[in-house]
């Protein structure tokens, strides 16, 4: 029986304003990915396959967590994330609404940015939502045909968009996903009758102690 372990990567450069200079952990985020790998080995976690994305904070997360022990490291794109500062920067230039430059600001914007990308309304972007979405479905079926468990290191974007079609989320619900899923959270599927079911949400066991509480990230 097929079962997929999706892993957000750990905390990014999170006062970046471009895709480029986002792409890089922090200090935290280096340390967010070596506390999963040891838990994932205390507990004797099993994998016969490993995926990640080809962004610099996918494969930082992957080594960080000694995922190579479970297999050769499967570098696929098709698990890099959605890009946030090109949607954003088009919704600035055909609304005039700023990228903002808060955390508050950019969970209140997200869901517009969303709806007007999935409605192929932003103009001069770097990645159709169509083709987006395509990527995502493509990927995941791939991987969820293979033998064996497989752990995938992603971004909260891609994962979110899982759940998007696994849940049948509307778009409200979909931005909500984006902003609720922690760095480092684990999120597990297990084939059933033909489906994916979603077994486990937003999992972080490996910071669920009083003196790791402030390494519980979203961005």
Do not use: K
Not at 54 to 71: F, K, L, P
Request: glycine share 6%; with cysteine; aromatic share 8%.
């Amino acid at each position: 029986m097929s079962q997929m372990m999706l892993v957000r990567h750990g905390q990014a450069n999170s006062g970046a304003r471009d895709e480029e200079s986002y792409d890089r952990l922090s200090d935290l985020g280096h340390q967010q990915a070596a506390w999963l790998g040891a838990y994932l080995r205390d507990t004797g976690q099993h994998f016969t396959r490993v995926y990640c994305g080809s962004m610099r904070r996918h494969q930082e997360t992957a080594q960080g967590m000694g995922a190579e022990q479970y297999g050769s490291l499967q570098i696929d794109a098709r698990l890099n994330e959605f890009p946030y500062f090109s949607l954003a920067q088009a919704y600035e230039r055909q609304t005039s609404e700023p990228i903002p430059m808060t955390r508050e600001g950019f969970a209140m914007q997200l869901e517009r940015v969303l709806a007007a990308w999935a409605a192929d309304e932003l103009e001069d972007i770097a990645e159709p939502f169509a083709d987006f979405a395509a990527r995502v479905d493509a990927v995941i079926q791939d991987i969820a045909s293979g033998d064996g468990p497989a752990l995938v290191v992603t971004s909260g974007g891609l994962i979110s968009t899982v759940l998007r079609t696994t849940l049948a989320l509307n778009t409200p619900a979909w931005a909500q996903m984006c902003l609720a899923i922690h760095n480092t959270s684990l999120h597990h599927w297990q084939a059933f009758m033909g489906r994916q079911l979603l077994t486990q949400f937003n999992s972080v066991p490996h910071l669920d102690t009083p003196e790791r509480r402030h390494a519980l990230t979203h961005l």
